[in-house]
């Protein structure tokens, strides 16, 4: 599609919003911009994009489709606002974000998605492409990701800068979600890794089979010259080798696959179709768990067309995102690690699997209408103590009141937990947040509650952040 002169309404505010009315400015279209927001609230970026042209509608969303050729949607817009529909009716286009910077993009686009391990292996593959000396990006929705400031510019943005700033030369890898995948039409990474499917946003697309069906949305406009990466392992995801029509590459933890990468011995081994070879020794890998070995091969996979050779030092340099599993301190000889971005049962289970030493557990937060059975079982075999907290915690400890764990307790807030957990923490054990559901029912972000978690262990040892 030809931007200049259409007339495009971008629907949202936040950053990818921005982004996006940015671009199409600068693409020479027409640009209205329609947010919920106060004036007061964003009066920065608002007279910023006014002064490129773009009108903006505060607390609105009621879009002059009489004047719109185009809509793009911002990914926290619930598909339930009327504007989809009527938009629909009259026949026009509503794409997401992610699609619009596809069809701008002047190079190759790698692209992660999946329940758990997107932002991790997004970042691990970037870092890959880097280490190889390519004219990389890292973006879409990395999660909580900061770059350092040497990588600012390059890192953590969303996929519209990113390909504002790429070059033909340029090879992008992005995080994508299934808010982003909802309303795409044509985008088709040139490769895509689909890492599991569990389940999570239940409250978004209603059932499991509506969220899965999403995630393999990744692959729906690839074709026989593109490559799926796909989880062997997972019994939904493996089942797409059949469906995919681009070039499908397999990583497992459990045992040999004809073409990809697999787990055997600390060897990280690959083929493709005929003899076997060692790609990694999986010991150069500093971030904790069999997991993110897992995402470690599909990491590989997914850039190996480009930067084969970057990959053992940038995995063996990598030492994890923030809030994943991420070191805060030692107090007294006990670890407290801020595991925030865990929110779903599936993550929480694998994060509380790849601590092998003693762990106190501080979990809860706001169900997305998970079943916490898993998480108790998993609890109870691998913590010395739990505290809940958050508005569900009810129904957190009543599953572990089920699978007979009693080594528990509710907290108010979460500097009660920490200090309730520090109390029963030994010499040598982990105090982990590792919460398994949203964090909406107490702060603003994963990111704030792990900021805060963060500041109350730095307040228990005497540091500042």
């Not at 606002?81 to 992610?98: C, W, Y």
């Not at 493996?238 to 787990?263: I, N």
């Not at 407290?336 to 993550?347: D, F, G, I, R």
């Amino acid at each position: 599609m030809e931007y200049s002169g259409k007339n495009v309404s971008v629907v949202g505010l936040a950053r990818s919003g921005m982004a996006c009315a940015e671009r199409l400015a600068a693409e020479g279209a027409k640009v209205s911009v329609y947010d919920m927001c106060s004036f007061n609230d964003k009066a920065d970026e608002i007279i910023g994009l006014m002064n490129k042209g773009v009108t903006v509608y505060c607390r609105s969303n009621d879009i002059d489709m009489a004047n719109t050729d185009l809509i793009v949607t911002s990914p926290g817009i619930p598909p339930a606002a009327p504007f989809f529909a009527e938009a629909d009716r009259l026949g026009i286009e509503v794409i997401s974000e992610i699609e619009l910077a596809y069809r701008l993009s002047p190079c190759p686009i790698l692209a992660v998605t999946g329940t758990n391990g997107k932002t991790t292996t997004t970042v691990m593959a970037g870092k890959i492409l880097k280490e190889a000396g390519l004219d990389y990006f890292i973006g879409g929705n990395v999660a909580g990701y900061k770059p350092s400031a040497a990588c600012r510019g390059r890192e953590g943005l969303t996929l519209t800068e990113c390909v504002g700033k790429a070059e033909k030369g340029s090879v992008i890898v992005c995080e994508v979600s299934t808010f982003q995948l909802e309303r795409c039409t044509t985008f088709a990474p040139e490769a895509g890794a689909l890492l599991n499917v569990g389940t999570d946003h239940l409250d978004r697309h209603g059932t499991r089979e509506n969220y899965a069906a999403l995630k393999a949305k990744l692959f729906a406009f690839q074709t026989e010259d593109d490559i799926a990466v796909l989880n062997a392992d997972d019994p939904f995801v493996s089942s797409l080798a059949d469906k995919v029509k681009s070039s499908v590459f397999m990583f497992s933890l459990q045992g040999p696959v004809e073409r990809g990468c697999w787990l055997e011995n600390g060897k990280i081994m690959f083929r493709d179709g005929g003899e076997a070879r060692e790609a990694l020794d999986a010991s150069i890998l500093k971030v904790p768990g069999k997991h993110n070995a897992a995402n470690a091969m599909a990491a590989f996979l997914l850039t190996r067309k480009y930067a084969e050779k970057g990959a053992e030092k940038a995995l063996s340099g990598f030492r994890g995102v923030s809030h994943r599993l991420e070191t805060v301190d030692e107090i007294n000889g006990v670890t407290y690690v801020n595991n925030s971005m865990c929110t779903n049962v599936a993550a929480a289970v694998s994060s509380v699997n790849a601590l092998e030493t003693g762990q106190v557990l501080i979990c809860g937060g706001k169900d997305k209408g998970s079943d916490f059975a898993p998480f108790a079982r998993a609890v109870k075999e691998k913590c010395r103590f739990a505290v809940v907290i958050g508005r569900d915690k009810g129904k957190i400890l009543e599953a572990f009141g089920k699978e007979g764990y009693t080594n528990c307790c509710g907290a108010e807030t979460l500097k009660e937990a920490v200090l309730l957990a520090s109390e029963k923490a030994l010499k040598g054990d982990s105090v982990v947040l590792t919460p398994g559901c949203a964090s909406f029912d107490m702060f603003s972000s994963f990111e704030d509650r792990g900021n805060r978690f963060t500041e109350i262990v730095k307040e228990m040892s005497g540091k500042h952040v």
